[in-house]
């Protein structure tokens, strides 16, 4: 099965800064990753799928890159409501899997 | 609107079975992959299980292979997680989803929770 990491696991931040996640697969996986971002006590929110398409309603300050075995989520310029944990998730072979999460918090 | 609207969590004792459900609306049900994921307490995302459309490919995470079924309704647009044999590490918040492997609606989650 992938295994996928993320890093760093814990980020602190501030409003208006620059953020990079990665996101490392255990062996390629060409582009197939998602993104989810999660706030507490609600469901996850599809942000990026095939590593760089942004769903309609996602804010162009993300934006997601890679592929292969190493990819990443950055979002620049950082707004309050960004704050959450996000999730990277490999899905063309099943069983799926997800990376264990990046908790973004406020700084 | 896409609606996934769950019901069926609850209590219950090691060793017993409860059955998840999950309503569709506000798309054509026949034209997706339906998942299961769930999120123990404290814990990440853990990708459970998923069906084709037609049922015809069903695939499910070890933990929980020959334990749980997924299984769809598609005249009624329900979708479903029998759970069987259940230890406390099942014990999670349990969403349902569209899609085959990302997936773009979630419903709210219900509760399960594996005690004695």
């Known amino acids: 099965d992938i295994q996928l990491t993320q890093s760093p696991s814990f980020l602190s931040a501030s409003v208006g800064d620059r953020v990079t996640i990665t996101c490392r697969a255990s062996?390629?996986?060409?582009?197939?990753l998602a993104w989810y971002q999660q706030k507490p006590g609600k469901a996850p929110d599809l942000l990026i799928f095939?590593?760089?398409t942004l769903q309609s309603w996602v804010p162009s300050r993300f934006s997601g890159s890679g592929s292969g075995t190493e990819f990443t989520l950055t979002i620049i310029s950082l707004q309050p409501e960004d704050f959450a944990t996000y999730y990277c998730?490999?899905?063309?072979?099943?069983?799926?899997?997800f990376g264990q999460g990046t908790k973004l918090a406020i700084k | 609107e896409v609606r996934l609207v769950q019901s069926g969590g609850g209590l219950v004792q090691p060793g017993g079975s409860l059955r998840l459900s999950c309503a569709a609306s506000?798309?054509?049900?026949?034209?997706?992959?339906m998942t299961w994921v769930r999120q123990a307490p404290g814990k990440g995302l853990e990708w459970v299980a998923n069906t084709r459309q037609d049922e015809s490919e069903k695939y499910y995470a070890d933990s929980v292979k020959g334990r749980f079924t997924i299984s769809r309704d598609n005249a009624k647009n329900l979708l479903y997680l029998q759970m069987n044999s259940l230890t406390a590490e099942d014990t999670a918040v349990y969403f349902c989803?569209?899609?085959?492997?990302?997936?773009?609606?979630w419903g709210q989650g219900t509760q399960v929770t594996v005690s004695s």
């Open positions: 506000g798309f054509t049900f026949t034209a997706y992959w």
């Open positions: 095939d590593a760089v």
């Open positions: 062996q390629g996986i060409t582009t197939y």
């Open positions: 989803a569209r899609g085959r492997g990302w997936v773009d609606f």
């Open positions: 998730q490999y899905f063309n072979s099943f069983p799926a899997t």
